[in-house]
């Protein structure tokens, strides 16, 4: 007896779509992060086939609907002072591209973790009275960062809201805790045993999270359960903070695009 050949309209568009050649996209740059042109909800289509069948956004998560578009996050903020000039954009699902250019090498080392393992596209260009210390561009750099997701969650629908990750870095292990409640919080339990890494001073960690903090609205726990090392460390920390903010920021599918709070609402008061 001859098996009739199994056949799938499904798998065959899929197959074909695989079988056509793909144009190389260009090589990252960090003097070009791809912003969508339009800010606050242009639609951006699934980034593959395979992730549009089962219902995953651009940054991996799932999306919040069951159309096959999925509109980005985007948060940009302005932030002039006597003491900085800074200018911040990011995109909730993004690719993990960092432009990062804030005087303050380390930071920029850092925010680049911020971007790469929160698959978010972050971009901050920043001058400062860096001659005097970093202290005014690290906070208000932090502040910016803040308000930008802030605007970027909207009114947060549909979102996991709570994160939760620890990551280690050699003899070091951070684990961060954070709910986007809207009520800023900030415990922060790190010992960082030198008063600098390079020329960045080490007290100014805590005050960027801190910033942070008060202008995004979010409860976060840092704790350090590990470490010798300054630079890991801190390095743990962002880590930690980019995985924890990617998964509360990533889309629950069971909540059918409501509001994750039993209040129905989530807000700064």
Known sequence: MTTA??????????????ATPASKSPA??????????RPYGPSLRPRSL????????????????????VSS???????????????????????????CSTGIPFLDHM???????????????????????DHHSNEDIALAIGTALLQALGDRKGINRFGHF???????????????????HLSCGLSIPTARVGTYDTQLVEHFFQSLVNTSGMTLHIRQLAGNNSHHIIEATFKAFARALRQATEYDLRRHGTIPSSKGVLSRS
Do not use: C, W
């Not at 395979?50 to 578009?69: L, W």
């Open 5 to 18: 050949p199994f056949f799938s309209p499904s798998l065959s568009r899929l197959y074909s779509a695989r």
């Open 28 to 37: 990252r740059s960090k003097a070009a992060v791809a912003f969508p042109a």
């Open 50 to 69: 395979v992730m549009a069948a089962a219902g995953v956004g651009g940054n991996g998560s799932p999306v919040a609907s069951d159309d096959s578009t």
């Open 73 to 99: 996050r985007l948060g940009e903020v302005k932030r002039v002072t006597k003491e900085t000039n800074v200018h911040v954009k990011i995109n909730l699902d993004g690719t993990g591209v960092a432009d």
């Open 111 to 133: 925010l680049d973790q911020l971007a790469s393992h929160g698959l978010f596209d972050v971009y901050v260009n920043a001058t400062g009275d860096t001659h005097i210390d």
């Open 166 to 184: 620890t990551a280690p870095l050699d003899e070091a292990a951070v684990e961060v805790i954070l709910d986007l409640s809207g009520r800023p």
